[in-house]
T-cell receptor, first 114, second 112 residues
Framework: DADVTQTPRNRITKTGKRIMLECSQTKGHDRMYWYRQDPGLGLRLIYYSFDVKDINKGEISDGYSVSRQAQAKFSLSLESAIPNQTALYFC?????????????FGPGTRLTVT | RKEVEQDPGPFNVPEGATVAFNCTYSNSASQSFFWYRQDCRKEPKLLMSVYSSGNEDGRFTAQLNRASQYISLLIRDSKLSDSATYLCVVNPLNTGFQKLVFGTGTRLLVSP
């Protein structure tokens, strides 16, 4: 079983709809992240969380919100989806004790907003 | 100037060839450097960390040049399975916050 899972894997939604992307991990890591990836722009950080009570905005948080329901779960919401939020979304985790700054990514959610 | 810049490629090489990618970073205080590999439509995965002294892992060698602010990845004896996008990744400051800045990637195509 994958250590970091994301649901759904693919989603098509319409402008104005609310949508939630979910991430779960079994790695036991405290730190979790949400990124989006667009062609030519690379991965950009949306939100990150160091633990259940610590949530921080990344470089492109406008139009998004998150919820850290438990150590293992970190959800990303688009309150009112717009077409330029069409992208590949990745959740990631990391272990601050590892010393390597390695992040482990989920398989991604391909979101299309029409 | 972008924090991390890479040549997008694609680099087209035959099997068995040696290929090298460079990546430049803008923040001279950056402390940690990595190469990630990303297959088409898949998640990025750590390929190797880059140490000041340079490091090698099988056919892969990573080098860091702090004076010129670039890192490199050398792949020897290329395999078809090496075809992927290689992401240069930098941790701008060694603050304990594991923020990673990702380059846009260099695409490698290895042909028979």
């Amino acid at each position: 079983d994958a250590d970091v899972t994301q649901t759904p894997r693919n989603r098509i939604t319409k402008t104005g709809k609310r949508i939630m992307l979910e991430c779960s991990q079994t790695k036991g890591h405290d730190r979790m992240y949400w990124y989006r990836q667009d062609p030519g722009l690379g991965l950009r950080l949306i939100y990150y969380s160091f633990d259940v009570k610590d949530i921080n905005k990344g470089e492109i948080s406008d139009g998004y919100s998150v919820s850290r329901q438990a150590q293992a779960k970190f959800s990303l919401s688009l309150e009112s989806a717009i077409p330029n939020q069409t992208a590949l979304y990745f959740c990631a985790t990391s272990d601050p004790q590892s010393g390597y700054y390695e992040q482990y990514f989920g398989p991604g959610t391909r979101l299309t907003v029409t | 100037r972008k924090e991390v810049e890479q040549d997008p490629g694609p680099f087209n090489v035959p099997e068995g060839a040696t290929v090298a990618f460079n990546c430049t970073y803008s923040n001279s205080a950056s402390q940690s450097f990595f190469w990630y590999r990303q297959d088409c439509r898949k998640e990025p995965k750590l390929l190797m960390s880059v140490y000041s002294s340079g490091n090698e892992d099988g056919r892969f060698t990573a080098q860091l040049n702090r004076a010129s602010q670039y890192i490199s990845l050398l792949i020897r004896d290329s395999k078809l399975s090496d075809s992927a996008t290689y992401l240069c990744v930098v941790n701008p400051l060694n603050t304990g916050f594991q923020k990673l800045v990702f380059g846009t990637g260099t695409r490698l195509l290895v042909s028979p």
